[in-house]
DNA sequence: TAGATTGTTAATCGATTAACAATC
DNA sequence: TAGATTGTTAATCGATTAACAATC
């Protein structure tokens, strides 16, 4: 376990530096945009918000890809990332609940400039199957399995309301798919070795709330209300 | 600093438990919805997707609200916890880019059940100035500082496309809006004090990425495809 | 060689968890 | 009293950060 192998370092990056790693690679790609060829840790460490010690142990984690004295090579940190993320390969998402959400997530272009393809659009509201929705004809929720074979579905995006959410993701376990990513806002059930992760607007706000409360002195606090004090 | 007040406990729960209280309170209300009084601790993390000793230390930080032997009041613990939130007051939110996404988040009515109101609509588009969406007048741009003003804003969703998202979370900052929600696929920069969450479907998407491609095998890995060694 | 910057070490901090004494 | 369940302790684990030796 203590063992050091030369090159293919040891599998597990820590999670805390795979949520950033899309972050770096979405920096740089800017940085490769304006033509930036080189950059050091610290130019970069601070594009992206975060503190060069933390990019750079980041990095080590995927390899040695900077040169001491220079700095890291934007084009080959690039690949890098991209394929240590998997985004060398394509991936194919279906949306299911074509809503307003669903509509803004089928409409936005740019997921993370590739890697990422949308092969279906699913609802289970017969006036809304047949629709033609970012160039794609809405199916039918009941074709999920179908869909999910034809087209190769790996992921899999819940936009419905939180009532049939875990009814949608079910499915989405059942026919094979097992990457998530649900906007309901419920917590849903799934089996080991399905990878769920969620998107949830009112626990952002609930959290900033929280925030500006402590900032703004926590008045009213500690007062109960009349009428709430309890049963 | 080791000393132990008795009641009014210590400020500063800590972030991680901050992030996870709006699913308790979620799990709470749907209990609610059901009829039911009394919940332990074991029933309520299950249902919030924790395990039960977590729950257990992050309620110990708000104080000591639960009956051994017992288990947690619902409706009591639904507003310690609104409390804690400062869901108890008024929150007014300002979108900014009133394209698919923000349509979609204006539209969207159930914010955790109360604490937030949507107060005004913000676009650069005059085609989109003047039209009517969620029940309120998409106002300009322009109009931001007057609108903060007058309508009490404090909190600030960003919807726009990237390359405006700083510019309008500068002008927030400006209007005293400490507390941002942004949507925009960019790194803001904003001064100490002000607090800056970020929703991002394509690092959502990207994570989910890695951690399917560990679980195929991480097939390709290794292997650098022509053209693309560097340089 | 001198200057710059990486990659790694080690200290610190915060979060998680099992276990159990306190207590309803 | 016996059974159940909280609130807290303490061990462990993972993440962050400063500092610096290695090295371009």
Redo the contacts with the bound molecule.
């Keep these: 376990m203590t063992s050091r192998p030369p090159r293919p370092r040891e599998r597990g990056i ?4 795979v949520a ?1 790693l899309p972050v770096y690679l979405r920096t740089l790609q800017a940085l490769q945009d304006r033509g930036t060829l080189t ?4 130019d ?1 460490a601070s594009a992206a918000g ?5 990019l ?5 984690h995927l ?10 090579e934007v084009r080959y940190l690039v690949y890098q990332i991209s394929r240590e993320l998997g985004l060398t390969q394509d991936w194919a998402v279906a949306i299911v609940g074509i809503g307003n959400l669903g509509r803004a997530l089928a409409n936005y272009g740019g997921f993370g400039t590739r890697g990422f393809r949308i092969a279906a659009l699913l609802d289970a509201d017969p006036a809304m199957v047949g629709r033609r929705v970012a160039s794609l004809d809405v199916g039918h929720i009941d074709t999920l399995e179908t869909v999910v074979r034809d087209k190769g579905v790996s992921i899999g995006v819940i936009t419905t309301p939180a009532a049939s959410a875990q009814a949608v993701a079910t499915r989405f376990v059942g026919a094979g798919v097992s990457s998530i990513l649900n906007f309901a806002p419920v917590v849903l059930n799934v089996p080991d070795g399905v990878d769920v992760r969620k998107v949830d607007l009112s626990i952002e706000l609930q959290i900033l709330a929280f925030h500006a409360q402590r900032r703004n002195g926590d008045e009213g606090h500690g007062a109960e209300p009349a009428g709430l004090e309890l049963t």
Tied chains: 1, 2.
Excluded: C, H, I, Q
Aim: hydrophobic share 25%; aromatic share 6%; glycine share 14%.
């Design positions: 820590p999670e805390a530096t950033r950059v050091s840790s610290e970069l975060v503190n060069s010690a933390k750079r142990k980041d990095l080590s390899g040695s890809y900077g040169t001491r004295g220079v700095g890291y």
